[in-house]
């Protein structure tokens, strides 16, 4: 039998369509033995109680960028995409390899302050997957890929092998492939990625649809993008464009399945939203990054009528205040006031798990799942619902619990009872 702890508070949110007032969690060998009223939930074990609290399944950040923690504030935003990039690059590029550490440790500690249990990170550098598998924290590392001429995809592909094969060593932390975005990697590129995802039944995401931009060089059209990539010493001789919006063009080249994760998706055609439902494909909604950006209104509604996954990530601190999140919950409630909250929250979690292939494993607190919780105190909150309360501006995350273990506990309720 392995080691057993019960975890009670005002409230336990078991999942967006079921909550116990004066409830308990317990957890045995790091999953929910049981969950429901605190009198009649069976377990035993030491007995951390969070009092005012609600105890909610545990968010899915499913896209951020950890490494890019330290450029919070330092890459401001002029109204040109790609003078955004040139301008992260130049920042990134400064950055010493210790700098680059820091920040990925740095911003990983704020993803679970925030009651983060799952966080899907994108990363070209892998001297920070023992950061990821030391944080307690379930972790996927994406390694992402850049090469878009033709000439560079053969031995960009045998590095993504080796890395693959290298991060074996990290387990638990799981790993995925990212080739960076159809402006940044080339055609053939990107489908041995997918090819290679499909094979080893690993996840893939790419920033598709992120802004007009992207989809002006995809047609064919010379602007920022093109000068972008020429400054940085990218031909465009052999550029084919394939004269088609970006999730039609991820399409013609295979690289859309249930295994993809499409980061942001800001810039959709009615066909492109049929396309990914078809495909199985998720989309990640980053709402306060595409908010940084100014971005017209996200298709969300479409998607959601389409019936299409849609998970939430933070983006990186260079685009976002907070990789909190909560705080991405409570922008979107504040913002879509006729839809009803819980389904923000699902996105949070059980969506995002989903996206992550962890449908079995986390996004609620059902029994046999993953002891992944955030605590959340709601002290002098007012609303109907430990949800509602959760959104009001007093609520705030006081302690995460990933696989039974507390990660993070700002009151000291673990050591207090």
Known sequence: MGEKMIFRAKYVVQSTKKFFEDGAVSVEDGRVADAGKASSVAGSGPVVDFGNCAIVPGFVNAHTHLGLSALRGKVPFNGVFADWLRALV?????????????????????????????????????????????SGARTFAFLEVIAFEKFRAAEAFDTLVNRLDAVK???????????HAPY????????????LAEKRQIPLMIHAAESPEEAAFLQGHEGPLAAFLRERGVGLDEWEPPHLPPVRYLASLGALSPRTLLAHCNYLTQEEVEIIKKSGAHVIYCPRSSGFFGRAD???RRLMDAGVNIALGTDSLASNGTLSMLDEVKFLARKHRKIFPAKFWEMATECGAAALGLAKQAGTLEKKKSADMAVIGVEGCSARTPLEMALEDSARIVATVSRGKILYDARGAAKTT
């Open 90 to 134: 130049a920042a990134k590029d400064a950055m010493s390899r210790e700098d680059r550490l820091a920040s990925l440790a740095d911003g990983l500690r704020q993803a679970v302050e925030c009651g983060t249990t799952t966080v899907a990170d994108v990363s070209g550098d892998d001297d920070g997957w023992k950061i990821l598998v030391d």
């Open 169 to 179: 060593q990290f387990e638990p932390l799981a790993a995925g492939v990212a080739p």
């Open 184 to 195: 940044t990697v080339s055609a053939d590129l990107i489908a041995r990625c997918a090819s």
């Open 298 to 300: 996200h298709p969300m």
